[in-house]
């Protein structure tokens, strides 16, 4: 497996994108993202952080460098990890350590972090090449997939212990009133946080821009529908942001107008949708693999294969909660979708 995938070179200076509210960009082993984005909140006597980074020893050189730059000798007093990803989630242990400090997550994220460094759940390996075999994946995409996939437990370390916060809770950080809102879809609760009085939303990978955040059915849960909850949750934060809301997102440039990025987000999955269904015509039967030439125009990466296969299958359920397809487990072990007959 390859775990050392030749990272990007980045811009890792701190940058101050809102009064007291510091950028902090640190390299990811990941071909698409290139990045994670974390933040540094002046609060007080301290700050607050937010996100951790991929685990190696090149991003801790990179921490240790911004808070030099940041901190002005102050302390980091407060960790919040917006979802247990490894680019967000892996250097826990160390800020844990290094601050005396245990993070805030909500608590589903915190069970999915536990369980995928144990190599479970998101990260059990053999069950997603099984599943990706099933779903139609080629034989020449498993091979990839068994490569290059990188492995969570390769950049994540965790904490012993963690503190719970939930949707609705409130953090006062340098005299800004933040609320807690969660989201589903991307990973199980994702927490962001938003600040009325200055319109700024901290959003995780909720909504970024340029890229769309993976959707992704996975091989625990074959029947959930990952891309209703993702659109739930933008239905849910398009009610509270606006057209002039600062995102801070975890991948890319921070941006103005909240409103506008999930009107294309939403505009891009209903294309998606009906892409997929032009892609099964009536009275035939396809897997998600045999959909992933026409609906990944890119070459896909040993990594991308879980995303694209992910994001096809997040597709497709979707089209089944609609009544559109039927999905069958067929007799050869192989799983197909075809269209309702009208
Ligand atoms: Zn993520």
Known sequence: MNTTAKKPTIQTEPVEVAPGIFRLTVPVPFRSLRAVNLWLLADGDGFTMIDCGWGDEETIDLLEDGWAEVLDGKPVTRL?????????AGNCRYIGDRWGLRPKMTQLEWMAANA???????????????????NGASDELIDLYRKETVLYDTGVRLTDGFERIVPGDRFTIGGRDWLVMTGQGHSPDLVMLYCEADDILIAGDQILPKITTNVSVWPWEPLADPLKEFLDTLDRLERVLTDRTFVLPSHREPFHNATARIAELKHHHAERLDLVMELLPEGEARTAGALLEPLFSRELDGHQVNFAMGEALAHLNRLMFEGKLIRSEDDDGIIRFSRVSR
């Open 116 to 134: 995928a460094v144990k190599s479970l759940y998101s990260d059990d390996y053999e069950l997603r090449g099984t599943f990706w075999a099933e």
């Open 80 to 88: 919040i990890i917006t979802h247990f990803h490894p680019d967000h």
